[in-house]
């Protein structure tokens, strides 16, 4: 009996941690060098389109076909997203969360990635450094 209950107590914890909401935590992940790294497109709006396109292909059936969040899976129109760095949302891209079912997309060319960085960067345009700062280090 005693199995049992420990059983379902470690069902629903594992349950609990595979539909955790996304918290953002992987911003903590990103190495200093990675977060300050600047998008050679930054601000071309033909890369924002080439990286729309790629967005559409592997990303939307996730994210929603305008960045718009879908069941479990985060909308990129957001205040963490404007909050953080180029180089950070070009980390997360590269690298996933593979353990929170985000994938990583480091097969795909660099100056791929960052073109989708471009695209989710014109959904999000950046707030002031000073706000940044403070949006990161604000209890989650
Ligand atoms: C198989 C589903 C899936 C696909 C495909 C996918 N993602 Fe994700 N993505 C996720 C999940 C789940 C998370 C939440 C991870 C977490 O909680 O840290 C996430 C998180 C993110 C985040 C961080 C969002 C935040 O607010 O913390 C970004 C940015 C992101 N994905 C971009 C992309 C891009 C760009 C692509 C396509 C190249 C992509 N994702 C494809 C599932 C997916």
């Not at 209950?5 to 539909?19: D, G, Q, W």
């Not at 790294?37 to 890369?47: I, K, M, T």
């Not at 960045?67 to 404007?82: C, D, H, M, T, V």
Request: hydrophobic share 40%.
């Amino acid at each position: 009996m005693k199995g049992r209950i420990l059983t379902v107590a470690a069902l629903i914890a594992a349950s609990a941690f595979c539909f955790a909401a996304a918290d953002g935590s992987w911003l903590k992940k990103v190495p200093q060098a990675d977060r300050e790294r600047v998008n050679p497109f930054a601000g071309q709006p033909g890369a924002a389109a080439a990286g729309e396109n790629l967005f559409r292909n592997n990303c939307a059936k996730c994210h929603g076909a305008e960045a718009q969040g879908k069941g479990s899976r985060p909308s990129l129109r957001s205040e963490r997203l404007a909050a953080a760095t180029d180089g950070e949302i070009a980390w997360i891209i590269k690298n996933g969360q593979m353990y929170k079912s985000m994938p990583s997309w480091g097969g795909l060319p660099e100056p791929q990635r960052w073109q989708i960085v471009t695209y989710l960067r014109s959904l999000n345009p950046p707030v002031r450094p000073e706000e940044r700062v403070a949006a990161q280090e604000a209890p989650k």
